[in-house]
């Protein structure tokens, strides 16, 4: 499961700063996130940290990317392995 952001987000800019895997920028008109990097925090946290700090709650499952926790996790590897990587 990735995560996506609903046009309730203010852009308030507190969920970007706390992304691991950097998946969540600016778009055109409200952040976004790219449900290729998101974990959900699987790896990091126990819980989702934008959903942690965000004021309006508009941070729910993406249906579209519907994946299981070893997905997730299989991916966190992938990209924490990837950052180290020369």
């Known amino acids: 499961m990735a995560l996506m952001i609903t046009d309730e987000c203010i852009n308030c800019d507190v969920c970007e700063p706390e992304c691991p895997n ?5 778009g055109e008109e409200i952040y976004e996130i790219d449900p290729n990097l998101c974990t959900e925090c ?3 946290f126990e819980t989702s940290q934008c959903v942690e700090v965000c004021p309006v709650e508009c941070i729910p499952v993406n249906p579209d990317y519907r994946e299981s ?13 990837k950052a180290v990587e020369p």
């Open 22 to 26: 950097n998946a969540i920028s600016q």
């Open 42 to 44: 699987v790896g990091h």
């Open 69 to 81: 926790k070893d997905v997730l996790l299989e991916r966190y590897h992938y990209l924490t392995r």
